[in-house]
């Protein structure tokens, strides 16, 4: 019989966040596939480090930086390949996703490529929303508020046209993006009701007022803007 593919969340990057199934999982596996960035260390390989058992196999996938999609796809597109034949050989995989695997989550391109064949579980982790909100001390909605996640590639023009509709914002993968997000989140009067998270739940971790942000922000970064005063209360 074919194993059983787990695309299991790990959490913001503190291994204590990670869920009790999860490390169950991780620590169980016989092999471990986790995804790394342009041949760099693997942050998510990182956060489960302490739960892999001595021994595990473990698929690496490469997936390139690029703008463009073709060179990721093809990096999926061999990973998926190898933990098929994991899968064929009759062993369990479980492929390990920074935060939750379905919050853009890198496990749902193997996920479109191989749960037609297997069976999959998908173990749901702790978002970086809800970790940064928690770091930040940062209710972010209550009663009938709308939460609006906007990634911070977005065009300047779209940007600013999602904010200016939202209640609460949470504008995710800030990066290279910073000045031009601080740009417009300035120009409509809201700097001071937004807060600058970075590295959430990591000893490194950074969290100041957006206006005391530092000039250039990492990948894992965020900025969240609640709208009025205290609308919890």
Known sequence: MAGKLF??????????????????????????????????????????????????????????????????????????AEIAEALDAGDDVVCLCEGDPFFYGSFMYLFARLSGR???????????????????????????ERLTVLPGPLPEAELRARIEGAE???????????????????????????????RASLPEEVVCPLAQAPEKAPYFSMILLTKGADPWL
């Open 7 to 80: 695309g299991v969340g790990l959490g913001p990057g503190d291994p204590e966040l990670m869920t009790l199934r999860a490390h169950r999982l991780i620590s169980g596996a016989k092999v471990v596939a986790y995804p790394t960035l342009a041949g760099g260390e693997s942050f998510a390989r990182a956060i489960a480090a302490g739960a892999i058992a001595p021994g595990a196999r473990e698929i690496v996938m490469d997936v390139p930086m690029t703008v463009e999609r073709a060179p990721a796809q093809a990096a999926y597109d061999r990973g998926a």
């Open 118 to 144: 297997y069976e999959v579980e998908v173990v749901p982790g702790v978002t970086s929303i809800a970790a940064c909100a928690a770091r930040a001390g940062r209710p972010l909605v209550a009663r009938n």
């Open 168 to 198: 609460s914002v949470a504008i995710m993968k800030v990066g290279r993006h910073l000045a031009k997000i601080r740009a417009v989140i300035d120009d409509l009067g809201l700097t001071a009701q937004a807060v600058y998270v970075e």
